[in-house]
T-cell receptor
Framework: EAQVTQNPRYLITVTGKKLTVTCSQNMNHEYMSWYRQDPGLGLRQIYYSMNVEVTDKGDVPEGYKVSRKEKRNFPLILESPSPNQTSLYFC????????????????FGPGTRLTVT | KQEVTQIPAALSVPEGENLVLNCSFT??????LQWFRQDPGKGLTSLLL?????REQTSGRLNASLDKSSGRSTLYIAASQPGDSATYLCAVNYGGSQGNLIFGKGTKLSVKP
């Protein structure tokens, strides 16, 4: 089954304790990204990756890191989490960032609810 | 600034009604538009993707239309069912180097038996 998986699904942690949220897709997609969803603000992109070893900042990258060592995996790293990073996080992937001749649907993971106290 | 607006924010209808959800966007130079469904505390399920060259897409009881010139898209749900209750999100892809989707804040739909 084609899917995007995230782990963990729920996480409660304390300020300053480094954590990693994993994301994996089995569709051989080139493009992957991370979003956070907050009440009243909607979904906003944190980081994105156009392919292996190619990553760049989205709209709200502060406090986050990512890596793309393999095509299927795109972990989100919080080196020193703070309470303002309490949010619902989504990983997404699509076949390609964009193509001049067709559009590519983006697929989302089930979400990771993070609480930082 | 590229913005996506969804009206209404919430909608309650009796079972069996046909309904329309609205999405408007400020910049008409879109690459594609995607409608998602989100159940409480859950992930995003893609419902329909409309490419910039298309006027509409259909899947079962769902029909999405796109009018780039007016900056609008609608999601039509026929014969609504309680299981359709969820938040519906509209997202626009402008195909820029960032490749991100610009999301509306959603319409929370409640279909009452």
């Amino acid at each position: 089954e084609a899917q995007v998986t995230q782990n963990p699904r729920y996480l409660i942690t304390v300020t300053g304790k480094k954590l990693t949220v994993t994301c994996s897709q089995n569709m051989n997609h080139e493009y992957m990204s991370w979003y956070r969803q907050d009440p009243g603000l909607g979904l906003r992109q944190i980081y994105y990756s156009m392919n292996v070893e190619v990553t760049d900042k989205g709209d709200v990258p502060e406090g986050y890191k990512v890596s793309r060592k393999e095509k299927r995996n795109f972990p989100l790293i919080l080196e020193s989490p703070s309470p303002n990073q309490t949010s619902l996080y989504f990983c997404a992937s699509s076949l390609s960032r964009f193509s001049p001749h067709s559009s590519y649907e983006q697929y989302f993971g089930p979400g990771t609810r993070l609480t930082v106290t | 600034k590229q913005e996506v607006t969804q009206i209404p924010a919430a909608l309650s209808v009796p079972e069996g009604e046909n309904l329309v959800l609205n999405c408007s966007f400020t910049d008409s130079a879109i690459y594609n538009l995607q409608w998602f469904r989100q159940d409480p505390g859950k992930g995003l399920t893609s419902l329909l993707l409309i490419q910039s060259s298309q006027r509409e897409q259909t899947s079962g009881r769902l029909n999405a239309s796109l009018d780039k010139s007016s900056g609008r898209s609608t999601l039509y749900i026929a014969a609504s069912q309680p299981g359709d209750s969820a938040t519906y999100l509209c997202a626009v892809n402008y195909g820029g180097s960032q490749g991100n989707l610009i999301f509306g804040k959603g319409t929370k739909l409640s279909v009452k038996p």
